[in-house]
């Protein structure tokens, strides 16, 4: 599957040459800072200007709780998330040589939301954490099981195969979980969660993601210096003396670490980590290495995007986060396979 694609240097969808990490980092921060001003000024109810200075001397008024306990922990929410799943998204499609790889290729966001689903079913709901601490629980058990076919194999197929099955034999109990079930209060429970949302997160749903991303983080970016090593080859990065086991192993523990905390924080969203590296790898030089930050950057924005896409656009129900990343995303991988068919004939 994913192994077949072969990668292809500069096919970026950002288009244009190449420019300097910080000045591309710097540009994809103020894109971030405009994009969350937007969705926090923006919302299913509107504010007039007199509300919007009453929420900003008068943060306990009911404009100022609007604006700054519903909206503002909803964007940094999808914030944090799409940097996750950008940051992960990059550094599985550098491990792997591959530019179709994304977070869910290790079926860590498969068993994440096994995790929940088993959560919920069970009736946990109820209890504050519990279904993000049995996401996590899901992501790191199949974290663990990765992390060791990576410290034992070093080629990037046996992780993709593995990685597909594991996310097959998550999603058929999932859907067991579904069959089974004798509440459908419950089954539509999982059936939302699975569709991804940051709708009703607080700062303590925030400061309970940031621990696990931060150390992901940390890992994927200790990782950076073996997967630039990688590019020029298997045997080239086994000779260059970097320690190559240990960073592979960082590398797929720390993107394990960022796609189970975020669907323990949003539920299941795709695409995210397949476009981010994308619209930023030819600016920055198509090096895995200098693509970390930059992809971390573009998903925050990308995530925060659709989140308010999902909240303005006029319909009679809030669309789910995940089905709108769904929308966009799916043309973006179509785009994708094409290039790659395109490459394999050339």
Aim: net charge positive; glycine share 12%; with cysteine.
């Amino acid at each position: 599957m994913l192994g077949l694609v072969r990668r292809r240097r500069g096919a970026g969808l950002g288009g244009g040459g190449a420019m300097s990490p910080r000045r591309l980092e710097f540009l994809l921060l103020l894109a971030l800072i405009a994009t969350a001003i937007v969705a926090v000024s923006l919302g299913e109810s509107p504010l007039s200007a007199a509300q919007y200075h009453q929420a900003l001397t008068d943060p306990a008024s009911a404009p100022g709780e609007v604006l700054w306990t519903i909206r503002l922990p909803r964007v940094l929410m999808a914030a944090l998330v799409g940097a996750g799943l950008g940051l992960a998204g990059a550094t599985m499609q550098g491990l792997l040589r591959n530019p179709l790889a994304e977070p869910g290729v290790l079926g860590v966001s498969a068993t994440a939301g096994l995790g929940a689903a088993l959560a919920i079913a069970g009736g946990l709901a109820a209890l504050p954490g519990a279904i993000e601490a049995a996401a996590l629980a899901g992501a790191l058990l199949a974290g663990a099981v990765v992390v060791g076919l990576a410290a034992r194999f070093r080629e990037p197929e046996v992780l993709i195969l593995f990685g597909v099955a594991l996310s097959a034999f998550a999603g058929a109990l999932t859907a067991l979980v579904f069959n089974l079930s004798p509440s459908p209060v419950a089954v539509a429970e999982v059936l939302a969660w699975l569709m991804g949302s940051v709708e009703n997160r607080d700062f303590t749903d925030i400061l309970r993601a940031v621990a696990p991303m931060a150390i992901g983080a940390g890992l994927c970016l200790y990782a950076a210096r073996g997967l630039r090593m990688l590019t020029l080859g298997e045997e080239a990065a086994q000779m260059s003396g970097l320690p190559m086991a240990r960073l592979r192993v960082a590398a797929v523990a720390g993107s394990a670490l960022l796609a189970g905390a975020s669907v323990a924080a949003a539920g299941v969203i795709g695409f995210v980590g397949l476009a981010a590296p994308h619209l930023v790898r030819a600016a920055a030089r198509d090096d895995p290495a200098r693509l970390l930050r930059p992809s971390a950057l573009a998903g925050a924005v990308l995530l925060v995007a659709a989140d308010l896409a999902a909240r303005v656009m006029p319909t009679e129900q809030e669309l789910k986060l995940g089905v709108v990343t769904a929308l966009f995303g799916a043309p973006v991988f179509a785009l994708l396979a094409w290039r790659a068919a395109r490459s394999w004939r050339s």
